[in-house]
Each structure stands twice: as C-alpha cells, then as structure tokens.
C-alpha cells in the first residue's frame, strides 16, 4: 500500500551569493520571503515593483532536511515529488543531485530509495535566474521572437523578450493587466511517496458516449509493478463494481475495464440542472487482498464544440449531453502575482461570484497557469465549464527540440492532470497567436512576421505548426478524446490554407472584438460586431476607492501620478476611460467620483454587449468577457477587483447573465424593441409590462401582453416606434420601463434611456433609506423622489449588499439586504453593515454639483 509524507516543514532560503539563512515559506516564492523577512517593502505598493528587478538576474537556493517515516522506509520505493518547480532548479538530496527541472508547469517524481536515511536528510533546490538562464537564448537565435506584452524595458534588459523561452507563467514578465515580477520558487506541493509491489499511478474514466438512459465508459488504470504477477482490478462507484483479472508485468500496465452504468444522473451546467459527481474507486486485488487503490471523482456529461456549415459560415457552440448551450462567462486569469498567495478561500470567491452572476463558464486564459486543484473541483461541484488553454499566448515560440519535448511532456501531464474533470469542455492552443501572426495573409496581423525574412518566418511558423498543430492536438486526441482542441482563440477555421484574417467580423470560428476600446468604436457596435461566439471583449475602469487607497498614497490620487499610471499598464488606458467618459456621462467632479464614473461607465459597456450577444442567439452561442478578475490592485478590464470587490460592471453582469432576461434594443427604421431571452430549457410563458415614466415617476404610457417564448432562445416580444412614443416628450427627460412576470412573480426589470447619460437632465435626488423592520438592522428599503441612476451604496463592513449601482425610480422602492464575506462565499444569513453610505451619479457628475451649489 502506498504511503505518503509531506515536505513542507522547516525550509529556509538565501540567495546562493549570500551566506545567511533565512526562513522560508513553502510553497511559496522568493518575492514573498523577502517580503516576509522585511528585505524588500510590499511590490504592489506605489512604484516598489521597478525596485525588485534584481529578484529575478540572480540564483536562489532552498534547503531543508527531513526525516522519513518508519512505514516510508519500509517501501521499495520512494519517490520524492514535486508538484511545481518555478522554474529552472538543480535539486540535491544529501548531496548527490537528481534533478534538473525546467519547466513550472510539470510534475516531477525522482526515486531517492537509496539516497535518504530515516534521519536528517538534507533536500536543496538551486533555482537559476530565469533571465540569466534565456538571455543566451536570444544570442543564439540570432534574434528575439515577437512577445507583445514582456515588459523587458520595466525588467532592465532592454528589448530582450526572454519570457517565450520558459515554460513559465507568461503574466509573470507583465502584463497590459499586471506587474514584471519574474518569481523563482518552489510553488506547489512537495512529498514523498512510498509503496511496495505494485500502485495505481493513474486512473481514468473515459466517457465513450453518454446518454441519460446509459453511460459508456471505459475505465483506464494506469499501474505500476514491480514484479511479474496476477491479480484483479476492482472499480466501484455509486453501488456498481466491475472486476477484471489482470496479470502483471514490472513496469508500467495500462489496464481499460469497460463499464455501463444504466440511467445515470448526468453533469449539467449551473441553469440546466445538477452537477451530479460520481466518485470512481479502483483496487488492485492480490489473492482477494488490496494491494493498491485510487480515487477520482468525476460527472458523466458529453461535451463537445459544434462547428457545422451553415448558411452564414458555421456554428460555433458547446453541446452539453445533447443541448446546445449558450456559454456565458468571462476570461479568468491568476488570482496574485504569487501564486500560492491564492488561498482556497479566494478560489471560492470567485466561483462563487461566478455562480451568483449566473455564468456557466470561465475560460483559464494562456498567458497564466494550469490552475490549481481546487479551482477545477469549485467549477465541476457548481457547473461551470472550463475552456482551458495552453499557456501560451500573445508571443511565438521556439521550435528545437528540447523545447519541442517540454512543451509535449507539459501537455501530457496537464492533460492527464485535469481530464477527470467534467468542467472541462475544450482544450485551446493559445491566445491570439494564429490571429497576430496571420501567416496566410502578408499584410495580417499585428505586424509580426513583417520584421523576419523568409527564412526565419518559415522556421517560426513551423515551430508555430508542430507546437499547435501537432503536439498539443495529439496529446488531446490521445489522452481525452471526449473533448475537443481548438487551436487558438480567435481563429476561424481549422484548415491552413483559408485566409483567416481578411474578413474583419468572421462568421465562423470565435472572435476577440476589440473594437470598442483598443480601436476607440463607440459602445454601440458592441451591437453590430457580433460573430458566432465572442470569446474576449472588455473595458477598463479603475477599483473602488478604499482600493486604490491600498497602493496609493493620498498625494498620489490622480490619474497622471506616477504610482497611478504604474497601475495603468494598458498604454492608452486612461485616455480611453477619460474619452467614452467624456462622450456617454460627463465629467466627474472629483477624483473619488472619476473612479465611480470609471466602474459605471465599464458596467454600461459589459451590459450592451452581453445582452447584444444574447439576442443574437442561436447565431451567436457565447459571451465570455474580459477579464474576471485581478492579480494585484490596478486598472484593469475586471469585474472582480484584486480584493475581491465587486465593481459595477459585477452587478450588471449578474443582471444581464440571468437565465431570464429582458432586453432593449433600437431598429434601423425606427423601432425600439424588447426582446425576452431564456436558456432554460422549458418555454417561458409570462406577462410583459412596459411604462414610460417621466424622471419624477410620472407614468406617461403604458401597455400589457402575454408573451411566449421557447425554451433556450431569444424573441423579440414587443415592439413600438420611438419617435411615436416619445413625441410629446423630452428624450432627456423620460424613461421605458420593461417587466416581466412568471406566475406573478417578477423576473426582470429593465430601463431605456432615450439619451446618453450626459445628455439627460439627472435632478439632484433625495433618496430615503429605511430599515426593514424585524430585519434586526440588515435589510433596507431605499426610496426617492427624482431618478437616482446608478445609486452606490458603501458599507463599513467588509461585504456586499444584495444589489448595488442600480437605478431607482420614483414610487418603486428597492429592498436590499447585506452580506458579509466569510471564507469567500456570501454568509447564507444577512448581516449587520456598519454604517451605509449612498450616493448616485448626480452626486458624481461636475455639472450636477455646481447645479446643488
Ligand atoms: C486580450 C487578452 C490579453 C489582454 C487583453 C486586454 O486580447 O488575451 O492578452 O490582456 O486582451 O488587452
């Protein structure tokens, strides 16, 4: 039987050029043990990160010693293991090396049975400098490959792009989103593991083809043996057993018992129904005795990406157990700058925050990690699909062999790693690599392959093909065939030779649209660009007050200060928030104001584009926005700050991610529309009320239909001429208010504006806000006399209210209640908020404030 001991314990660091130890925290990495010891300040404050540079053009080295257990020593074998090596590490026991790592994303497992004694073993790592180590590199190419955002400048090295030649996290050489903290260390788990005769080394459970009246399955048990020998495999899961005999040969055995289970409660993504798990137990049986045994836990779904031809290009979808599924989400990258700083407790935080905003997928982005564990166990307990890149992105490789087999090895553990998991719906290649290079297209592109001759651009591509093109595919194909490999995102079609890039708004394939930010288009043609699947759009805005407060001194608080713009790595990132400010609401009246405006205005965008793609169903089938969340505090495109907090933008997508919505859009000839969307299965059959209302809440118009609507599509179900509607009125001063009702319950309530915020004659409000009574101080009921829009409401307690930056009309109280964050998921009670400030964008707007005075 196996036997397993951490090494964790009593580990201690230095720079290999310094004599002193100090004590070290592992897993965990050099930038926080020196922040840990008082040797560098916090890098996240200020301008502190341009000061650490040298972390990374200097060796580290690790040591700590250990005792084995009794039960280990007993084992014929003892591997040492290593979840995570960051990245280039010499690894000693007792002296004698055995290990020689280079690359973060694999495990590593050496057998040191004959190097360690029960007492005082001595286990040191010597991390070399990840820059020091691929400088060469680039000497020896003879010149750099194109890696858009490795802030080499920040990191002192001129426009040497080091980073393509790690198999590294890439965000860790900086982002447009995130700092140049290039980390060493020892970043995941380290144990020993002992056994004797023979252990399971894997197990997987294939799902050939699920139904809900049968699942097939064929179970792979991956066992090691140390001698030749017969024996059972035993398989249980949920009152079910399979048996075969097996004999054994030392070595590896690969072992497929196949297996039926009848009528089985199948995975659904969170809106379509449970996530049902079934733990898998395999046995090894030694003359009925258990030898070895291994658990896995995984849910019984088909999945798979539906790109059919059809009369506008081709479909580009997930079909889950057989129902096409419309993929609403964002793109998440890591949590921290260091890793292992993201505790369980953030993980469930952001699941949990991606479950209540109604999302039933998030995309693990390629420019980050291979995400942990717990991330994927969060997702498969709660359905979520994962789209899982490759960590590749935004830069091209290298293609010698050495690296050839890195990148192999990497995919095949990974793969290994994560297909138990139901979560997983797709495997991608890279981010933006096919479309930035645009090898069939001479003037595609970002320009890239412009600066190469012919030579070198056939030698990049090609690494380009065998990296994506061969070896990631064939590691899918071989390791989990039940789900599908997309080479890049965005990309439009598998086949080589098509011009990929001509068409600016494909209609195949998936689709960055960066239109409306990076290229300045105005937020309504988040409305018009619309392919079959948006996989990345976003907008910036700044994190909330008390956060910026967290890296900012009081002097600091403006938008050209040095520590602010060091917290803009998007080089037009204030220009672009300041001029759609600028157009849509007006000018903020203070800097505080400026950051509320910021979040307002990136929630408006996010809204119109993903109610844009919902209506536009069937044809387009998934919306996933950038980005999800922070790796530390500054500007940046997420809804979930780097603390956690809810921006704007987080509400607004709860509300217009619902499975049922409503939504408004304008016709070319004049009409304004409502449009009903549900992904539930089951038709919607409601009632439809739609009011004009002036700013005091006088109702002007009003009208009642019956609406019928199929299931898991979008309709338009009312529609009226504008001009008609509004042409005794000021467009400034009105409003079109839209619900609609199930069996007398509301399901979603929404509101036109005729004009852009800045155009419309705001009032200044008086909002009332009432304890609920009986509700012990944690439900309030807000009121007020003018239209409040986006009314903000603070708390002193760590939490977050129900609902927040939301419009409130006249003569419609809102009822909202507090929550407090507890180990990162929303206490299920409601809780005392301290004392509640509120204000809305009249107290924000520059004008509106002279107005008051
Ligand atoms: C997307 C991403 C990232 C980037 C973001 C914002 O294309 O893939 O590379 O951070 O845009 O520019």
Redo the contacts with the bound molecule.
Sequence with gaps: MGETQLVLKDWKFKACRDKEWRPAVVPGCVHTDLLREGIIADPFYGTNERNMQWIDKIDWEYETAFDVSAELMKCSSLELVFDGLDTYADVYVNGAPILSADNMFRTWRVNVKSLVAERNNVLNIRFRSPVQEDLPKIEKLGYNLPS??DQSELGEIGEQKVSVFARKAPYHYG???GPRLVTSGIWREVRLEGWSDCRISDLFVEQKSVSAAEAQLVIHVEIESEQEGQGKVRIVTAGEEWKQDVSLQPGTNIVQVPAVIAEPELWWSRGLGAARLYAFTAEILREEKQAATCSVRTGLRTVRLVRNKDEAGASFYFELNGVPVFAKGA?H?PGHSFIPEVTEEHYRHEIATAVESNMNMLRV???GIYEQAVFYELCDEQGILVWQDFMF??SMYPGDEPFLNNVRLEAEENVKRLRNHPSIALWCGN??IDIAWAMYDEHGGWGWKQSYDKEQRNFIWNSYESIFHEILPKAVATLQPDVDYWPS?PMISLSGDINQHSRPLTTEGDI?Y?GV??MLEPFDHYNKKIGRFMS?Y?FQSFPEYSSVLAFAAEEELKLDSEVLLAHQR?PDGNRLIQGYMNNYMGEPKDFPSFLYMSQVLQAEAMKTAIEAHRRAMPYCMGSLY??MNDCWPAA??SGLDYYGKWKAMQYYAKASLADSILSFDRTEDGKLCVHAITDLLAPFIGTLRVRLYDFNGVLLKEAVESVAVEGNSAAVVYSVDECTLVEKYDRGSVMFLAELDQEGELVDRKLFYFLNTKELKLGSPAIQLSEVEGSGGTRYVLETDKLAKQVWLTATEDGRFSDNFFDLIPGIPKTVEFRRRTSGEMTSRPTLPGRINVCSMADCLAGEADNEA
């Design positions: 858009t955002n982002w447009d989103w793109n990258i982005w390629g420019g992105a935004c981010n933006e995102s960055h960066w930010w990076h990345e976003g998007s950038w980005q940046s495109w």
